[in-house]
């Protein structure tokens, strides 16, 4: 069965420096997620992306991140100047969006970014 | 903006009993989706069921099943004959035709 996947599974690194966190999502979706999650709190949604653009994001989304689609298959967030406060679970997601899919958005297993 | 309140933060269950998990949402859209999701300690998101606002009858999965209220803006998740792996953290969430927008969640502990 066709999954998303994430590299890394963890990355630490020091606040201010640069991250970028890599997706892969099913083959044939169209619209792409990220969501964030704080230990122990509720997963947040970042930023969508479809059809090479970013179609909405959240307040937390602000100009440190970014979002790109470098290829055919990779989906990648970037992180320029990390704080303490990014320290998280960052889940990518994927979605065909066809006619009778219920919209059903399919997770990757997450990459726990920790910030130093 | 559409929220969803998980009102229990933990809930317990015995071994082969029937727990229900409550859910709330607000929203103004007639058309949607709503989900509820299992996170396992392993923190990966995994789908347990869906439900479409625009059917009447509740989805079922198995041993796990919804009480859809569109009146009442209520979504609850019955699981039963309870397993010890039911135990995980569970997210209602709701999709506004873009993104999902999740409740708070609930931790289930099973007791053997």
């Known amino acids: 069965e066709p999954e998303v996947t994430q590299t890394p599974s963890h990355q630490v690194t020091q606040m201010g420096q640069e991250v970028i966190l890599r997706c892969v999502p099913i083959?044939?979706?169209?619209?792409f997620y990220w969501y964030r999650q704080i230990l122990g709190q509720k997963v947040e949604f970042l930023v969508s992306?479809?059809?090479?653009?970013?179609?909405?994001k959240s307040e937390i989304f602000d100009d440190q991140f970014s979002v790109e689609r470098p290829d055919g298959s990779n989906f990648t967030l970037k992180i320029r100047s990390t704080k303490l406060e990014d320290s998280a679970m960052y889940f990518c997601?994927?979605?065909?969006?066809?006619?009778?899919?219920?919209?059903?958005?399919?997770f990757g297993p997450g990459t726990r970014l920790t910030v130093t | 903006a559409q929220t969803v309140t998980q009102s229990q933060p933990e809930m317990s269950v015995q071994e082969a009993e029937t727990v229900t998990l409550s859910c709330t949402y607000d929203?103004?859209?007639?058309?949607?989706?709503l989900f509820w999701y299992k996170q396992p300690p392993s923190r990966q998101m995994i789908l347990v069921i869906r439900?479409?606002?625009?059917?009447?009858q509740n989805a079922t999965e198995n041993r796990f099943s919804v009480n859809f209220q569109k009146a009442a803006k209520s979504f609850s998740l019955k699981i039963s004959d309870s397993q010890l792996g039911d135990a995980a953290m569970y997210f209602c969430?709701?999709?506004?035709?873009?993104?999902?927008?999740f409740g708070a969640g609930t931790i289930l502990r099973v007791k053997s």
């Open positions: 439900q479409e606002a625009y059917k009447q």
């Open positions: 997601a994927s979605t065909s969006r066809r006619t009778g899919s219920s919209y059903e958005q399919y």
């Open positions: 969430a709701y999709n506004d035709g873009n993104k999902l927008v």
């Open positions: 083959s044939n979706h169209l619209y």
């Open positions: 929203t103004s859209e007639s058309d949607y989706y």
């Open positions: 992306f479809y059809n090479n653009e970013i179609s909405e």
